[in-house]
């Protein structure tokens, strides 16, 4: 059974930084995909970054790029995510999802969030101006 658990999440101001951490258990593949997503409310998940096993080749939306980092302790079995210079159009809830049978040229776009077979329950960002 494979477990995604998120934290860190949290209310900062405008130009503030947080990292978010994903616990994950259970998971077996070796050629997998980790991303993190976001949902605000009245609009649909969007992908933020993904990173692949297997050399960790990193993809990122561009609202992100410069700004998030993504990155995994295969030792710990941890997923990070790494957020500066936060804007509040970055306030959402923020999901952990695995993607098993993955490659290091996996796009990220708006249909990948169906590619991603577990997620976590979510940790919420909130940036006030």
Avoid: H
């Avoid at 934290?7 to 947080?18: D, E, H, K, Y």
């Avoid at 609009?43 to 990173?51: D, F, L, S, Y």
């Amino acid at each position: 059974q494979v477990q995604l658990v998120e934290s860190g999440g949290g209310s900062v101001q405008a130009g503030g930084s947080l990292r978010l951490s994903c616990a994950a258990s259970g998971y077996t593949s070796s050629n997998y995909c980790m991303g993190w997503f976001r949902q605000a409310p009245g609009k649909e998940r969007e992908g933020v970054a993904t990173i692949y096993s297997g050399g960790g080749s990193t993809r990122y939306a561009d609202s992100v790029k410069g700004r998030f980092t993504i990155s995994q302790d295969n030792a710990k079995n941890t997923l990070y995510l790494q957020m500066n210079s936060l804007k509040p159009e970055d306030t959402a809830m923020y999901y952990c999802a695995a993607r098993p049978d993955c490659w290091a040229g996996a796009p990220l776009d708006p249909y990948t969030r169906y590619t991603y077979a577990y997620w976590g329950r979510g940790t919420q960002v909130t940036v006030s101006s």
